[in-house]
T-cell receptor, first 113, second 115 residues
């Protein structure tokens, strides 16, 4: 069965600090997809990134970057030079080939001015 | 950009009443989902729906719940005889045909409060 672990329940940083949110997954499939979503205080789920299991290339999008390592079953998310607007709950999620998306427990990030 | 629309955004109901949460998926999407998020907790999978039938459901999705696609555009979640612990945010999602990892779009959610 697929499983996603986000061990960090809450993280608090000061603006402009870099922060990394950890995500470790378990799956028996060789084909799967990993996601990160942001949930701001308004409650909606904002899609950030999708990665398939065959693409281990790291990705950078502005201040956001993702490090996918199959060897450690991790898909970590780094925010560089954090801003107050980055404060939210961040969810990592996994879809296996024949199953639907499952979410981790989420990490609440608070960025203080 | 196409959106998944959920109505109402907030619903308050009395314990024991039936509620129907409504979703309009993106028009060319073929797979439909409901997820639940109890306040402060993780987003939990409830059910997936494809080709007019349930394709997968979680242990949360018991006889109290049902889903329906009554016409070509709506996708509904019915909760019979609501309980206090049904209070949560309910998200609808849809995706297009293709690899399971592609095309998920979530609605903005319906906050259900059972009193």
């Amino acid at each position: 069965a697929q499983k996603v672990t986000q061990a960090q329940t809450e993280i608090s940083v000061v603006e402009k600090e870099d922060v990394t949110l950890d995500c470790v997954y378990e799956t028996r499939d060789t084909t799967y997809y990993l996601f990160w979503y942001k949930q701001p205080p308004s409650g909606e789920l904002v899609f950030l990134i999708r990665r398939n299991s065959f693409d281990e290339q790291n990705e950078i999008s502005g201040r956001y970057s993702w490090n996918f390592q199959k060897s450690t079953s991790s898909f970590n998310f780094t925010i560089t030079a954090s801003q107050v607007v980055d404060s939210a709950v961040y969810f990592c999620a996994l879809s296996e080939r024949n199953n639907d998306m499952r979410f981790g427990a989420g990490t609440r990030l608070t960025v203080k001015p | 950009e196409p959106e998944v629309t959920q109505t109402p955004s907030h619903q308050v109901t009395q314990m024991g009443q039936e509620v129907i949460l409504r979703c309009v998926p993106i028009s060319n999407h073929l797979y439909f989902y409901w997820y639940r998020q109890i306040l402060g907790q993780k987003v939990e999978f409830l059910v997936s729906f494809y080709n007019n039938e349930i394709s997968e459901k979680s242990e949360i999705f018991d006889d109290q719940f049902s889903v329906e696609r009554p016409d070509g555009s709506n996708f509904t979640l019915k909760i019979r005889s609501t309980k206090l612990e049904d209070s949560a945010m309910y998200f609808c999602a849809s995706r297009e045909r293709g690899p399971i990892g592609y095309g998920y779009t979530f609605g903005s959610g319906t906050r259900l409060t059972v009193v």
